[in-house]
Every structure is written in C-alpha cells, then in structure tokens.
C-alpha cells in the first residue's frame, strides 16, 4: 500500500507573559512582552493570509498563580490555554493575543519565571494532539521570551529534554538577545542540544518582513465527475502553464511618440557620372560625412520594398498596381496588413 499522506502540522506556541517581560532588551523601545505579542501576531497573521493548513494552539505562562489549567492528569499553575482544539490560524487567535492576554504584574506571584512549567503544559498539550492526529507534517513548539531569571534545575533540565524529545518536536525560541553576556545560557544550551533554534525579536521581524505567499506544489487532484444523475466517475485533474502563442507586438517610437518606419533608404541621383575624385563631385545636397558612399541611382534600379515581420521583401511597384491595386503591404503600418 502506499504510504499515507502526511496530515498538517501542528505548532504550540507558547508566550511568556510574566514580569521579567517588562524589560526593554531590543532597540524599539518596546517591551519584550509587547515584542513577544507582535511577533505572535506578526506569525499567526501570515498563516491566515496564506491560507496555510498548519493547525494552532496558543499558551501563555507565568502568569497570576491563581489561574490553573487541567491538562490530563495534571495541573498547571499560572498557565492558560486559548483552545486546546489545535486549528488553523484564524481571527479568533488575533483576538486573544490583542485583546484578552494581559502580562502578569502581580510582583508577588511567580517572582522567579517557570519556564519549566510552562514548557511542560505546552508538551502535554502536544502530546493529547498526537494521539488523534497519526503522522502530521510537523510538529513545533515556539516559545516566546527573553528568558531572564531562569534558573532550570538539573533535574528539571533533564525533564525538559526528555519530555520534547519523546513528542518529536522542534524547539524555536524567540526573544533571547544574541549576547554571550545574556543571563539566559541555561535555556540557550537546552536548545543547542535538542538542536533546535533561536532568535531575538530584531533578527526574526527581519525575516517575517519578507513575506512569501503561499505557494501550490502539487498539480494534481482528484474530483468525482458527475456523468448522470446518480453516477459519478473519479477523475484526475491536473494544471499545465503553457507559453502564450499570442505575442505582444511592438513598434518603434522616436523621443516624442512619433511612429518611425522599420527601415529607410535615401537615393541619391546626379547627373554625373561617377569620377575618380568623389570629393570634387560631391552633390552639394548630400549630408556631411556621407560623400565617400554616394553612388548615381538609375531609375530603373529603384526597388521598393515591403515590411513582413523582420524581412524586407522587394518587389516591383508597377507589378503591385496592376496586380493588387497599389496596396500597402507595410506590416504594422495603417492601412498596411
């Protein structure tokens, strides 16, 4: 049998929100709660806009002690969880980053951040997804925070890479400057080791800047056709670009719009035959520069020639009367063909 079709991915994206985010560690003077929030709408934003099929979940950790959520068998202190019914990005995620998830600035609860915690909720929601969805695209686990004041646990540490190791998931961390100096080197090497990625909120506005849009790579569909009332016949569809036969045509233009001819002649006649010394019998109408080329011209000699896309075809202008009344034969030309 073939192998299944991969279903979408899913993506968990975790938001700090406790009072270590009322740092300013970027250069806009914002926040890095309010960069956090950005940077998630900036994210969820684009995933509506390109219709991607990636579904979402939303969290947000450290915040009052008073909020608890159930998640299986267990409870999380300080964590809430917008849906656990992982969906593609829709308004509805907008809504609650703009306009329902506040930061925590109650000093007394959650002094120290749990970064801990938070990730451990955000697994165990991954976790209840898997076993309803077998074999998704991808699986992602972004974390957004600066990362101040974390002080992991061996124990705790050890947990951590455990827990996103058996879920598969790959580890972002968006927020952390990029500064050896950072009090943020714990979290740093739990993602050195799950190998997994970081940036800070300057270096990942840069590449949400270029946005590109959503993309087709399979041209192929299939469709049931129906051929009678009742009866439907499966059918294959598939989409083929073909090179337009219906080229643009072009004229030529001088500076000022004006229509110029394709090619032009001048014929010079005199009555004098050439002499050895073309500068003593020079015409005195010829153009400067251009006596050295002058050449009488027999009536007899003179051709007229017509324009067929980028040929010249000569043809004899009293054959042109009499065969086809004198007709313009100058392609591109008014009244040509």
């Known amino acids: ?3 299944k079709k991969p279903s979408p991915g899913i993506t968990v994206m975790l938001i700090d929100a406790g009072v270590n985010m009322s740092m300013r560690s970027s250069n806009n003077e914002k926040t890095d709660f309010e960069n956090a929030v950005n940077t998630a709408n900036s994210i969820i934003s684009r995933k509506i806009f390109s219709e991607d099929p990636e579904n979402f979940c939303v969290m947000a950790y450290n915040l009052d002690s008073k909020l608890t959520t159930k998640l299986g068998k267990e409870t999380f202190k300080g964590v809430i969880v917008h849906n656990e019914e992982f969906v593609p990005a829709q308004f509805d995620h907008l809504r609650f980053l703009l306009t329902e998830l506040k930061q925590n600035s109650n000093d007394g609860s959650f002094s120290d951040p749990n970064f801990f915690k938070g990730v451990l909720a955000a697994v165990a929601v991954l976790k209840d997804r898997l076993e309803l969805v077998s074999n998704p695209s991808g699986i992602t686990l972004i974390v957004l925070t600066n990362g101040m004041n974390e002080n992991i646990r061996q124990e705790n540490y050890a947990l951590l890479v455990d827990a996103i190791t058996e879920c598969n998931a790959d580890l972002m961390i968006i927020g952390i400057p990029e500064n050896p100096e950072y009090p943020a080197s714990r979290i740093s090497e739990l993602v050195d080791q799950l190998e997994g990625r970081t940036y800070s909120f300057e270096n990942v506005s840069k590449q949400l800047s270029n946005y590109q849009a959503r993309q087709k790579s399979e041209r192929k569909y299939n469709k049931m056709l129906e051929i009678a009332p009742g009866v439907r016949l499966p059918v294959t569809f598939a989409v083929k670009s073909e090179k337009s036969t219906a080229l643009l045509k072009f004229k030529n233009a001088d500076a000022e719009g004006n229509e110029m001819v394709r090619m032009e002649q001048m014929h010079v006649e005199t009555q004098n035959p050439v002499a050895d010394s073309v500068e003593e019998e020079t015409p ?19 051709k007229h020639g017509y324009n067929f896309g980028k040929s010249v075809i000569m043809m004899d202008q009293d054959y042109l009367k009499e065969k086809y009344n004198d007709h313009n034969f100058n392609e591109g030309q008014t009244g040509g063909c």
């Open 1 to 3: 049998m073939p192998p």
């Open 284 to 302: 005195k109408f010829a153009a400067k520069g251009a006596a050295k080329n002058l050449k009488p011209v027999e009536n007899i000699k003179t």
